[in-house]
């Protein structure tokens, strides 16, 4: 029995006051908010209460994966913990371009999760998700043969699957609650926010970090060949404080934008995907007709995909993935 839960007596001014402080939860005391198909959201309301400041929430990354939009029975060890450590890379590297959600990797994470969950912000998200686009590929491409253009942007004639672009684009969605996100244009999405200065500072931002991060990855091998981000509004004062656009969600993880290996890149094809290549291959070659439930994954395949997500890691952050096992363990 914990000391405050022992006695029914009021507790004491110092009781209350550690209790006040307390920053660290377990995951089972904290309420789930949001669940996606590979991780989820908790709200830590009342661990770490600041008056004035919104309760954080912890996200909190899995080790599942999914492949043609259905997540496999078996985990990828490590994966949470490589999207965790390099959404925290592009953090650091990209906070003078904008301000982003990430509060802690390692205070107020409960131990279970260390290394795969960050306490953030919470924000009030804005309705759209922020793709830009270096290279033709995926619903660019499907959308560019129909159209010659890409969201409301026309494109070059002749343009050749997985081609670079002669410059990033903006290609916002709508943010479907099931099935998949809708491409709109820049005016759909300016509607959609109700403020078009707003909307603009987000696309310049959006392009401005993967122009960033696109030279980051080329520079270590790694083409960078479409990522998608998603903003929000933070309001620090509970009223007449200004509201600041604020970078969240996971940024340029193998989860949220296309890594191809930049060996062997080649135009005129689809690009193998530098994380989920051999899952797909194997899959593809088993017989599954890549409608839901996910079949169970190969030992070797398991093997061979969690050696891509460190060597990811270890390309673009520069650094052992040891390393932030290492910083984040309890
Ligand atoms: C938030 N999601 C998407 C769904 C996930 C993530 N900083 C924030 N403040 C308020 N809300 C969110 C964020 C962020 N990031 C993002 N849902 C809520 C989502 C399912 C699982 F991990």
């Not at 490590?78 to 390099?86: E, I, S």
């Not at 306490?119 to 959308?143: A, F, H, N």
């Amino acid at each position: 029995m914990s000391e405050r839960g022992r006695s029914s007596a009021p507790p004491s001014d110092r009781q209350a006051l550690v209790a006040s402080r307390r920053v660290t939860a377990t995951l089972d005391e904290l309420p789930l908010i949001a669940r996606g198909k590979v991780r989820e959201v908790y709200d830590m309301e009342g661990v770490e209460g600041i008056p004035g400041v919104p309760p954080p929430l912890l996200m909190v990354a899995s080790d599942r994966i999914s492949t043609y939009d259905a997540v496999h029975p078996t985990p990828i060890p490590d994966k949470g913990k490589v999207l965790t450590g390099l959404s925290v890379f592009w953090f650091a590297k990209t906070a003078g371009i904008v301000a982003n959600h990430l509060i802690s990797a390692t205070d107020g994470v409960p131990d279970e999760v260390r290394g795969r969950a960050l306490v953030v912000r919470r924000l009030q998200m804005l309705p759209v998700e922020c793709v830009v686009r270096g290279y033709i590929t995926g619903s660019g491409w499907k959308d560019y043969q129909a159209t010659g253009s890409v969201s409301g942007i026309a494109l070059p004639d002749g343009l050749r699957e997985s081609e670079r672009l002669p410059e990033p684009i903006f290609t916002p969605s709508t943010k479907a609650d099931v099935g998949h996100d809708e491409a709109i244009d820049f005016e759909g999405a300016v509607a959609l926010v109700g403020d078009r200065v707003l909307m603009e500072r987000v696309r310049d931002a959006s392009i401005e970090l993967y122009s960033f991060a696109a030279e980051h990855a080329l520079a270590n091998g790694l083409i960078l060949a479409d990522t998608k981000f998603e903003f929000g509004l933070y309001q620090s004062e509970p009223a007449g404080g200004a509201h600041a656009l604020v970078l969240g969600d996971e940024v340029l993880t193998p989860d949220s934008s296309r890594y191809w290996p930049a060996d062997g890149y080649e135009v005129g094809h689809g690009q193998p995907s530098f994380d989920k290549q051999y899952v797909r291959d194997w899959a593809s070659a088993s017989g599954w007709d890549k409608k839901p439930p996910a079949p169970p994954i190969p030992e070797d395949v398991v093997a061979g995909t969690r050696a891509r997500y460190v060597e990811a890691y270890e390309r673009i952050a520069g650094e052992p993935f040891q390393a932030w096992l290492d910083r984040t363990a309890p």
